[in-house]
């Protein structure tokens, strides 16, 4: 099997959670929505969910600096806009950390071992961790797990193998011990492909009703 549906999982030591759309609620057409409305008629067909492609990807794998990235944003709205206009298009599909999977992870913080791996970027990342501390007020996300992995910080991305095995081999863990849990597809099947197990978290299904 792919992925796990609802069933009970056995001889887990270890959790390698996805971020967005798994812990943290996300709305990509709201940032589609902003470019297209700026004038980025195709930015859809470079930026979706699971992949990414061209300098969507580079800056993924923090390849570029931010100010690159903006530019290259920019290219595609072919009208001048300030940055901190497409800045705020860009952070707009980050949404809110519901509380319930928050206390979720502090639950299973007991009986596992806990890492995040997420295809993030400099500016979401800020943006994410703004979010957080706004409704929390204390305390970061990377508290709840033993280590945090963002694709623009390593250098990786999913579902690339190599991604999968620097975690596994950085932390001394058993694949076939590790549950993987993501809302993408293809990165479940990068995650099989190296060894771990997988959840795919179906369009519909929440974090706090898998059956840990």
Known sequence: MLFFHFCKMQ??????FD????????????????FVAMGAKNFGENF???FAVSFFRDYEI???????????????????????????????????FPPARIRLLQELRNRYRLFLFSNTNALHL????????????????????EKTYYSHLIGLRKPDLASYKYIIDQNKIQPEKTLFVDD????IKGAIAAGLQGFYLKPGMDLINIPF
């Open 11 to 16: 001889n887990i030591e270890n959790i390698i």
């Open 19 to 34: 971020l967005g759309g798994v812990i943290l609620n996300l709305d990509n057409r709201r940032t589609e929505d902003a």
């Open 48 to 50: 979706g969910h699971g």
């Open 62 to 96: 923090g390849s570029i600096s931010d100010q690159q990235f903006l530019a290259d944003l920019k290219k595609l709205i072919n009208s001048p806009v300030p940055d901190e206009t497409v800045v705020k298009a860009w952070n707009a599909l980050l949404l809110d």
């Open 126 to 145: 800020a943006a994410l961790k703004k979010i957080y501390t706004e409704s929390f007020g204390k305390g970061s996300l990377d508290d709840h797990f």
């Open 184 to 187: 993408a597809l293809v990165n």
